[in-house]
Each structure stands twice: as structure tokens, then as C-alpha cells.
């Protein structure tokens, strides 16, 4: 991120911290990265760290958009044979995807973290908080992931209110 990037966001209200652990420039390790040149130990894992924290931001973000998604439609795809209906299917399908991602994320950087914790003896009550924190975010989702898995791997997913809305949609065809 440029200076003047930096800038605007401060001015329109969006945080910005330019170092991770006070003395490690983030710049400093993108400038690195971008150059080819070898990360230290520390910058390598707060590069990792930073992804798996953005990345699970990213998809947070998209899955806080769903409700929106589900509740409109494209018009112009309705000009296309492509009916409400089967848009809010598609909606649906891609929410199953999206938190089925969220949960290998939240998986992956808890390994990753919790690896780098052991290698540098963190004390066992702080692995066990990590611990606690991923199975609750795990054990809230559980029930989309389980309803994914079968519809990826058994049958797709339905209920009736969407057998009605399939069933209204194809008289109208």
C-alpha cells in the first residue's frame, strides 16, 4: 500500500496498521517478497499469518453479503431463461461452497499457528485457548458444512419451500 493509499483510507475511516509486532515494517517484508529476496524466520511467519487472516476476513466478508444476494435478483439474467428461482438456487449452492472454505481456512491457519506455537515452546494453556477458539468457530458452522457435504457428496441440497419454488417456477415455463 502506497502513502497516498494509506492516506485516503485514514480519511475515509478505514484503519491501517503499516507494522506487525511494532519493529517489523510491513513494507519492509513486501518490498522483500516483491524483489525475491529471502524472508527471516519471524517475517516469514508474519506473512503467513497475515494471508490466513486476511483470507478468513475475505470470505467472512462475503458470507456476511449472502443475505443481499439471496434476496435480489438480475434482471438481465431473467432475459436469459435464467429464472429468479434458479438464481437464488445458485446462491444457495455458492454460500454451501463458500462456508465449506471458511472452514478449511479456519482449519489451516489453526495448524499452521499451532505448529509455529509448539516449535517455539508457547506455554500449552495458550496452544489449548487457540484450540478452544477454532472448535467454536467450527462447532457454529458445523451444521451448513454437514448439509454441504451431502449435498456435494449424496444429493443436492433441498427443503420444501424450495421444492415449491422449483415446482411454481417450471409451471410458469
Not at 494471508?51 to 475475505?58: N, P, Q, T
Not at 463458500?98 to 499457528?113: A, E, H, T, V
Not at 458445523?142 to 421444492?163: A, L, S
Amino acid at each position: 500500500m502506497t502513502k497516498k493509499e494509506e492516506d485516503l483510507w485514514r480519511q475515509i475511516g478505514l484503519s491501517y496498521s503499516d507494522s506487525f509486532l511494532g519493529d517489523r515494517r510491513v513494507r519492509q517484508v513486501l518490498k522483500k517478497i516483491n524483489l525475491g529476496l529471502s524472508l527471516t524466520r519471524k517475517q516469514d511467519f508474519l506473512n503467513k499469518y497475515g494471508d490466513g487472516i486476511s483470507e478468513l476476513k475475505l470470505i467472512y466478508d462475503k458470507l456476511k453479503r449472502f443475505p443481499l444476494w439471496l434476496s435480489s435478483f438480475q434482471y438481465a439474467l431473467e432475459k436469459r431463461n435464467i429464472s429468479r428461482v434458479s438464481q437464488f438456487i445458485y446462491h444457495i449452492e455458492n454460500y454451501l461452497a463458500l462456508i465449506y472454505i471458511f472452514d478449511q481456512r479456519i482449519r489451516g491457519l489453526y495448524n499452521f499457528i499451532e505448529k509455529m506455537a509448539k516449535k517455539n515452546n508457547c506455554s500449552s494453556l495458550d496452544i489449548q485457548n487457540l484450540k478452544t477458539i477454532k472448535d467454536t468457530l467450527l462447532k457454529s458452522i458445523e451444521p451448513i458444512v454437514t448439509i454441504r457435504g451431502k449435498h456435494t457428496h449424496e444429493k443436492c441440497f433441498e427443503n420444501e419451500d424450495i421444492k415449491n419454488m422449483i415446482r411454481f417456477d417450471k409451471a410458469g415455463d
